[in-house]
Nanobody
Framework: QVQLVESGGGLVQPGGSLRLSCVAS????????MGWYRQAPGKERELVAA???????NYADSVKGRFTISRDNAKNTVFLQMNILKPEDTAVYYC????????WGRGDYWGQGTQVTVSS
């Protein structure tokens, strides 16, 4: 069984920064893509940023230049550095791991989510 555990969310003022972390645990051999999604109240879940095992990144237009995704393949960990935060960034942020190869097979997994609130 694979578990994704996020940390680093919280309350921050507009213009501030937060760093999210997500650790994947279990009998993992490899993880292809890792990413962050977010869901604000009344809205659909949307991609924020993603990164391949080779380090190729993809960002939503709304966060380009403000957010940076990175990962540590050896530790099955993905990070999201969020700078110049805006109230519209307020949402629950979810970690996702795709094409995770384990002892038992392959699968895609979600974390439980971490709340990010940007407010003065």
């Amino acid at each position: 069984q694979v578990q994704l555990v996020e940390s680093g969310g919280g309350l921050v003022q507009p213009g501030g920064s937060l760093r999210l972390s997500c650790v994947a645990s279990g009998r993992i051999s490899s993880i292809n893509n890792m990413g962050w999604y977010r869901q604000a109240p009344g809205k659909e879940r949307e991609l924020v940023a993603a990164i391949t095992s080779g380090g190729i990144t993809n960002y939503a237009d709304s966060v380009k230049g403000r957010f940076t995704i990175s990962r540590d393949n050896a530790k099955n960990t993905v990070f999201l550095q969020m700078n110049i935060l805006k109230p519209e960034d307020t949402a629950v942020y979810y970690c996702r791991a795709e094409n995770v190869v384990t002892f038992w097979g392959r699968g895609d997994y979600w974390g439980q989510g971490t709340q990010v609130t940007v407010s003065s």
